[in-house]
């Protein structure tokens, strides 16, 4: 059961680092610095997750 609930946050952190990433390169396609700096910002801390839990 352990195991299960691992994969199933790393797979929700996935998702998340994902949708950060797009929203990422939508900000730099319209030229938006102030939203690509904040979800670099976003995206940096759910990279940095497990590293901080574990």
Do not use: H
Request: zero cysteines; aromatic letters at 14%; charged letters at 10%.
């Amino acid at each position: 059961m352990t195991a299960l609930r691992y994969f199933a946050f790393f797979v929700l952190l996935l998702a998340g680092l994902l949708s950060a990433i797009k929203q990422m390169s939508l900000a730099l396609d319209e030229g938006n610095i102030e939203w690509f700096t904040l979800w670099t910002g976003v995206a940096s801390i759910i990279a940095g997750l497990p590293t901080i839990l574990w």
